[in-house]
């Protein structure tokens, strides 16, 4: 049984040969010492694979937000180190507000920027995500009440090289500049959507990370022999493994729910998958080390591309804590209602 | 990817929602909304209520017209389920001759007794209980003492079960026996077999649970005469047909809502504002329930459609289990200035079920063990 | 090596000895049922058990608030049904704030009265402890912003009975009488004394009750066989509880604490043992009762008297949640300070 | 009640209290407050630290003077180690010389090599690595394959070791090796050499752990001399002194105060105010961690005396384990409105580091079984 369309399913198996191909354990150290991984880039551009999900007059492949999904979870699975949700980000953002279509590679910006009505553009940010490899930063800038989308060539920021603690490119970026009239646009509600879209990509990634250091750990304890038998064999183990795989099943479950959501109900489903994966980290990543023992704990086994980047990932676009305080709120708020029959609402 | 993580998307069909309004109309209606529910599927029973429900097709309702079913889907059946449980409705007398009973004689029963009980369990007036455990079995079945001697026309019975739920006020229980001496094989000489709980030979001793109720027993069977047409099944074939048994203990709702009345009494707490740290603690916990009701319904759509998702049921009852017992945890550790007595009540009687939560369905560490087995290690 | 006095080994000897002797299940069981257990309060009131820590001028038996809690210890251990805290709280209040020792059993009742100057006092008590036991009810009462210590007469109460999740008495008690002036003294900050010894005196329970549940698992677990083998073979059960000894150890380390503490620390030490054992009574309750599946969820085994007074207890005198945060606010507040600095202050 | 459980309180001497002053003082005159410290004790070295910690008399301070020591107790070095861990001090230089090799050779060495080395440990000037384990042994130390052929005036060792923190700066390591071939008692035959890291025989490869640090290695043994006053102790009693030598591993503050700047920088971040959550979040930890510590002052009273507290440091570990890695998970959830980077910075390099936490000492399994051995278990 697969919920899957033939032709999300096509996607699938094109991602997946071509990660297997280019995002092996050496293109992600490497991608981590500054170079940027053109290769696997290129091959994702060739397929359409990094513009799935934005419609075909936005220059997109065509598909939609599910499919999009389906291929972060692909790219979180390998810890393919590139811009692929940022990429799709800005894209999305643009098109759903009006902008034309960015050039090149995109990032998103999550921080906020001033901006004059004229585009008199100015201020920074701390954390861009793969900033140094993007062509366009779309961004947030605020006037007064008014917010503005923003898609501002690379060209025109300083750069700050950082990295977050998956040795992803996380840069600072500032600015002060004149844009032009096609570059900014009135965009009320931008940063709300923006956090939602966001959240629902790192949930993907997050999913497929999850799935990936299951299935090595699984592997890891079936080939590790100690006092004379894999560890696969103790039962200590055994109870480990059996725990983090239903955290590693219900997390996929919930990032799955967002593919196939109904706009109403969006909101809702991000949130309680970004609480639900982001919880599920801490568990499943502690187990996945328990059980690699010292190898785990260093860069020459390639579990610490998985963990490193869960553990950035699950505090960008809202922690838990900050999902589960909006969750809260929706399920008490709604005093009117009884608690049971909105949860039946949820499909 | 493994076998048995795939808890794919599925959606009730309309036929399944349409029924949910009858249902939440039949429960406005039957519940008296000043009792205090309790959604653990174990603390309540009102036979009323069951014949009641009875009434309105509500049991057994999976099961051929011609017995007294519906021939209704799972999926419709899964809705009923879990409408009564987040209720927190008395469904103790019928629950088990619903849920295991009833597909057993379907499955292995004769013709005879598929005629003799399952209309009246549809009806809400016959109700069953398990014999399974005996003091020192545990998780071990294979290791049952009882035995039942072949004599003319039947089966002499004799030993014990224990935790059996409602054997004092159930009709009849269902007892897995030795109808041989145990040999090598472990598993084979055993037998299902319907005793009469009226039965003289019978008795009956109730074993209070940690809130004082006596919901569970231990059965005493001396001399008890069990006929040949008791037998469910071929005899022998018992450990076969218990093994098929356990797997109609599925991954329903009763595996993640013990705990949720709750949440519900929570969240009524925080009607009127609450602190961030509150919201976070609801919105937790209901993430955690909702992807628990996504995933339970996705196996209900893989039961339907015909497979056997056995790890993907152990799954769901190991992570629904832990998500019960850290419930009261959490709330209690969140209590808002003025709680309402009805609030602190719930709670209290959520922390005094809680240990029962893990004991049904296999404990923590069988369960487990069998989704490592699922996973390939062992 | 132990950290007791010669004098306070008797202590615990002689009261072991009572316990084993008249504190059986049964004794437990029917005191559930509504029997006080009268032989097994006259051997500890003759051995003068009852009156441990208490000054030898005000009725006691002398020695000190640690012999006070070697004994609340062995009480927990056995889940004495007698109200040997409350007997000594209401006590040792009346001794501190001057009034005269209270006659027969007293007990000691948690919510606030209110009460004039001449002594006209009202109010009720929503679960006042053993308040069905006891000839004394020392209470609190308050009058504007000053607070009185009274010490009533049983009989001048309304008496509804209740009983907490453990079967403990915890009686409503409703009062409009006129009290005389030797009954009632005003008592400045006795509300925060009286929380403060509560909760030392529940910890000290508590830190036996959880010996004792480690004891039983270990026990029971060595009995119980499965499959052809003691349950305490297999490695899942050993994890667990070994992760149980982890925090039974810590419970009562946490509890020595207050045994030892110094005047000036003893707000902190005793802030520190509610929290800590309150934490690790989830755990241990959980572990055991899975060690005990079946029998442990019944009242046949004594495991319950144990489990269902540490969910009373740890409720009681505060929630290691409020605990917390008081410790919290101390070490966060004292801001020229430094945490290290602070921590190695206590013994 | 059990062995082991006791952790009676203990309370340190006078003398002992009386050192910590002079610590806190040369602490503060030697650490840049600006730097990022880090309470793990692996994650921080400097030569010239160790060599001002020796001029102060602050490395072997158990030692006899004779051999560089101070003839102190126990307890006044428990004091200078948890002083040293608590300002996040870079202890990676002399730890491992100054708390396993000295105490090893001063067990089992020979009088020249106690001569030959403890002074020069003792100054700070001798660093050593420990080689144990091997890649494919992980706990199972029996298993080891490096060997070392008799040959004239010494030994030729051939084979690897894995894990030996700092082998790229230190200058010796004491290797577990084989002197014989394994045979029927897989404990026999094994030695513990000392090996010039310095040798052109040997090579040192880096290792990077999760934080890009590369502060443990694999080192490689080919055709290395081991001269005959090279081998500690007796050669073929090398498994007799390793599980001596875990002994020293005991249980001090090191097992509970890794992530202890996490907590110096969120009760920083709190200075200025907060909520009820995050001051619980703040006490809970606080609560914790004073109790860890006076089971671990508790032990160190044991040690002083002469007991062998085996299993109460083995529930120091466990219980202090389970401590680190849950500092970093529940603070991460509580940050305050406008972090600052130093906190952020301290709790990420906690996180990166806390798969190590329990790497060290055995894994929790191990732990745990040690911990049920003394409960009697098995």
Redesign the interface.
């Known amino acids: ?3 899957l369309s033939e032709h999300q399913v096509l996607i699938q198996d094109t991602l997946n040969r071509i990660l297997e191909d280019l995002c092996q354990k050496q293109t992600v150290d490497a991608a981590e010492n500054g170079e940027f991984p053109s290769a696997l880039w290129e091959a994702l551009s060739e397929t359409g694979l990094t513009l799935t999900g934005l419609p075909e007059e936005h220059g997109g492949s065509g598909g939609d937000l599910s499919d999009a999904l389906i291929v972060m979870k692909g790219a979180g699975k390998f810890s393919a180190p590139i811009p692929i949700a940022e990429n799709f980000l800005g894209r999305v953002l643009c098109c759903e507000f009006g902008l034309s279509a960015p050039k090149g590679i995109a990032t998103f910006c999550d921080n906020f920027f001033s901006i004059t009505p004229d585009g008199q553009l100015r201020g920074s940010s701390s954390q861009t995500a793969f900033g140094r490899w993007s062509e366009t930063v779309v961004l947030i800038a605020e006037h007064g009440d008014e917010t503005y989308l923003c898609a501002c060539p690379f060209e025109v920021f300083e750069l700050n090289e950082k990295n977050n ?1 998956a ?1 992803e490119p996380r840069d600072m970026l500032s600015v002060e500049t004149k844009l032009t009239s096609d570059q900014f646009v009135q965009a009320d509600g931008v940063a709300r959507r923006a956090r939602l879209l966001g959240a629902a990509l790192r949930v993907a990634q997050m999913s497929g990370a999850l ?1 990936s250091i ?2 090595m750990s ?1 592997s890891y ?2 080939e ?5 038998k894999p ?9 480990q ?3 983090m ?6 997390s ?3 990032a ?2 967002i ?2 959501s109904k706009d109403l109900m969006i909101e809702l489903d991000v ?2 998958a970004k ?2 994966v982001g ?1 599920a980290v ?1 568990v499943c ?2 187990i996945a ?2 059980v690699h ?2 190898m ?5 086994h390639t579990l ?1 591309h998985r ?2 980047r869960l ?1 950035a990932w699950r ?1 960008e676009y809202g ?3 900050e ?11 709604n ?1 009117s209602g ?3 029959d909105q ?2 609402l ?2 | 990817m493994f076998q048995g993580l795939a808890f794919n998307p599925f959606t009730l069909p309309p036929e399944a929602e349409a029924l949910r309004a009858d249902v939440r109309k039949f429960l406005a209606d039957s519940l008296d909304p000043t009792s205090l529910p309790n959604s653990d599927f174990n603390a309540g029973d009102s036979s009323e209520f069951s014949k009641a429900l009875g009434k309105r097709g509500w049991i057994g309702m999976t099961w051929p017209k011609q017995y007294g079913g519906q021939d209704k889907s799972f999926l419709e059946r899964y809705v009923v389920t879990e409408e009564l449980l987040a209720a927190g409705a008395p469904v103790g007398c019928h629950w088990i001759a619903d849920r295991q009973t009833g597909p057993l004689l379907l499955k292995f029963g004769t013709e005879e007794q598929r005629k003799e009980f399952l209309p009246k369990i549809a009806s809400g007036n016959c109700y069953f209980s398990i014999g399974m455990s005996e003091p020192n079995t545990g998780s071990d079945l294979a290791s049952i003492k009882s035995m039942a001697k072949k004599v003319e026309g039947g089966w002499l019975l004799n030993g014990s079960k224990i935790w059996t739920s409602y054997a004092h006020t159930n009709h009849f229980m269902v007892a897995l026996v030795r109808t041989e001496l145990a040999s090598e094989n472990r598993h084979a000489g055993m037998s299902q077999v319907i005793v009469d709980l009226q039965d003289k030979n019978v008795t009956v001793s109730g074993i209070k649970n940690l809130s004082g109720e006596e919901d569970f027993n231990q059965v005493f069977f001396d001399d008890v005469f069990i006929p040949d047409d008791r037998v469910v099944g071929q005899p022998g074939n018992g450990w076969e047909q218990v093994i098929s048994e356990l797997g109609y203990e599925r991954s329903g709702p009763e595996r993640f809502l013990s705990a949720f009345r709750v949440l519900v009494e929570y969240s009524k707490e925080l009607a009127e504002g609450a602190s961030d740290d509150q919201y976070s603690i609801l919105g937790r916990l209901t993430a955690h329930l909702i992807t628990l009701r996504r995933m339970s319904i996705s196996v209900a759509g893989m039961l339907e459609s015909g497979e056997t998702p056995i790890t993907e049921a152990a799954l769901i009852k190991d992570v629904g289990n832990a998500y019960e017992r850290l419930v009261p945890e959490v709330v209690r550790l969140s209590q808002t200035r003025n709680p309402s007595a009805r609030f602190l009540d719930t709670l209290s009687q959520c922390i005094l079920h809680a240990p029962s939560f893990t004991l049904r369905g296999g404990t923590r560490e069988i369960l487990k063990g069998v989704i490592a087995r699922g996973l390939g290690l062992r």
Do not use: C, P
Not at chain 1, 231 to 238: E, G, H, M, P, R
Not at chain 1, 245 to 250: L, S, T
């Open positions: 049984m697969n919920y603690m040795g799935e299951l299935e699984v304890s079936m590790r022999s100690q006092f004379g560890i696969s064999k103790f039962q200590a183990i055994q109870q493994l059996a725990t795989a239903g955290e590693v099943a219900a996929i479950r919930a799955q729910s593919e196939i949130a309680i609480a639900r919880e801490g990543t502690d080390h328990q023992g010292a785990g704990y260093t860069l020459e610490n963990t490193r553990w505090d922690s838990e804590k999902w589960q305080i909006e969750i809260g709120r929706f399920f008490s708020g005093a009884n608690l049971w949860i039946t949820l499909a």
